[in-house]
T-cell receptor
């Protein structure tokens, strides 16, 4: 089975520029997460989708970050304009929806490393 | 105080040693994940627990729901076990909300 695909793997931009990351989850996985992982820290949830609906975006800096999951499959995460503190790895993860207990296994992509200069 | 605390933050061990990494949490959970992240690499799910104990090869994970505590054990450690180990909890009452610990950086030397 193909894993979670992310692109680009690496991106270097200057502050105030914009960037977009793409994620293709495992086929059939209803839940998709975007995480931000700053060097030396654990991942921080930015946004969680269930199918094409947003479940949790409470930690998404909505003045500059946006995300969408059209048709409940692929997702894009955009940053506009970028700040220096946005330098991080952006991880996408997906999990299947379990009808009992909702304890689906997690699968992560390789991540997209962003450097803002 | 973080909802998920891991200890130790850093751990150095010699090859062959038995290793324990701890995770304590303060929220109600439906499941707990142990994850492994190699330098520059993606994250791999090692275990998902909701009770008791699971074993896979040299890795053992246990959870005590009453004490809100989980441990990850590595027997006969090897340099290839060097990685960051992350505990993540799935909250009850919300649709799969996950909170991550900050990770334990393990270095196994020859």
């Amino acid at each position: 089975e193909a894993g979670v695909a992310q692109s680009p793997r690496y991106k270097i931009i200057e502050k105030r520029q914009s960037v977009a990351f793409w994620c293709n989850p495992i086929s059939g996985h209803a839940t998709l997460y975007w995480y931000q992982q700053i060097l030396g820290q654990g991942p921080k949830l930015l946004i969680q989708f269930q199918n094409n609906g947003v479940v949790d975006d409470s930690q998404l800096p909505k003045d500059r970050f946006s995300a969408e999951r059209l048709k409940g499959v692929d997702s894009t995460l955009k940053i506009q304009p970028a700040k220096l503190e946005d330098s991080a790895v952006y991880l996408c993860a997906s999990s299947p929806l379990r009808l009992a207990g909702n304890t689906g296994e997690l699968f992560f992509g390789e991540g997209s490393r962003l450097t803002v200069l | 105080k973080n909802e998920v605390e891991q200890s130790p933050q850093n751990l150095t061990a010699q090859e062959g040693e038995f290793i324990t990494i701890n995770c304590s949490y303060s929220v109600g959970i439906s499941a707990l994940h142990w994850l492994q992240q190699h330098p520059g690499g993606g994250i791999v799910s090692l275990f998902m627990l909701s009770s008791g104990k699971k074993k896979h090869g040299r890795l053992i994970a246990t959870i005590n729901i009453q004490e809100k505590h989980s441990s990850l054990h590595i027997t006969a450690s090897h340099p290839r076990d060097s990685a960051v180990y992350i505990c993540a909890v799935k909250h009850t009452g919300t649709a799969s909300k996950l909170t991550f610990g900050t990770g334990t950086r393990l270095q196994v030397t020859l």
